[in-house]
């Protein structure tokens, strides 16, 4: 299947931040180019964990491809957007049993499931989905597992950017350049005092911009978890979750 551009999001309104249950809610309530928008931002965040789920569970690439375009289509049916309610708690968690469910019932045909006519679907970027699932380590095996990995990945990956947009909005991207590795899982290779000659800086004032970043890094990630969740114990367990994951 070919992709197709997302739709262009307009300025976020501080007061009704855009989590993931807010995507979920928008596309429950309406039918109109505001759900289009929150479904193909959720395709975005989600297809590749939801693709790499149903791989591991040994369906071939096209049977994968096929799983998860249902999988966004059965978000459009009333009963199952009704079901996604926030006390629900982790969206992670939902969409699993969404996932669990759907192939236990063996629902693999393609059917109209579709709320007033007009919503779209995303087309996935199927050769960049196999592509990258070609990388994922064979010795996951558990489909929940790799779904966990891709979801971290993804989570973690905003969270960078992120933290890129504050270097950009400071004028000071050429720093982000030089001390992303120092971020958590980054390669951590060149020495301070290498990073610092170049900088014209002194050892000790890059090691405190390396703290600050990290630590404007961790709010940004617990900033992503937050949309996913719906109070802070959650948000904590989800945080341990993530850090389990990725083996921190």
């Given at each position: 299947m070919s992709s197709k551009n997302p739709v262009r999001r307009g300025a976020k309104n501080p007061n009704f931040p855009t989590t993931n249950w807010t995507l979920i809610r928008k596309i429950q309530q309406s039918n109109g180019p505001e759900a289009v928008a929150a479904m193909e931002e959720i395709c975005r965040r989600y297809w590749y964990p939801?693709?790499?789920?149903?791989?591991?569970?040994g369906f071939v690439s096209s049977d994968a491809e096929d799983l998860t375009q249902d999988f966004f289509q059965a978000l459009v049916m009333r009963e199952t957007i009704q079901?996604?309610?926030?006390?629900?708690g982790r969206l992670r968690a939902f969409i699993l049993n969404m996932m669990r469910e759907m192939i236990a019932k063996h629902l693999r045909h393609r059917s109209a499931l579709k709320r007033g006519g007009s919503l779209v679907m995303v087309s996935l970027e199927k050769f960049q989905a196999e592509a990258?699932?070609?990388?994922?380590p064979v010795e996951i095996t558990d489909p929940a597992r790799l779904f966990d990995r891709a979801w971290?990945?993804?989570?973690?990956?905003?969270?960078?950017?992120?933290?890129?947009?504050?270097?950009?909005?400071?004028?000071?991207l050429e720093d982000f350049e030089h001390l992303r590795e120092y971020l958590p899982l980054g390669e951590n290779a060149t020495p301070y005092a290498e990073v610092a000659r170049k900088?014209?800086?002194?050892?000790?004032?890059?090691?405190?911009?390396?703290?600050?970043?990290?630590?404007?890094f961790a709010k940004h990630i617990e900033a992503e978890i937050a949309e996913t969740v719906s109070d802070p114990e959650e948000q904590k367990a989800e945080l341990a979750h993530l850090m389990a994951v990725m083996g921190r």
């Open positions: 939801i693709y790499a789920f149903h791989r591991r569970h079901a996604a309610r926030e006390e629900k990258r699932y070609a990388g994922e971290a990945e993804r989570l973690l990956a905003a969270a960078t950017e992120r933290l890129r947009e504050d270097f950009a909005k400071a004028d000071n900088s014209g800086i002194a050892e000790g004032a890059l090691r405190l911009q390396i703290h600050r970043m990290r630590k404007r």
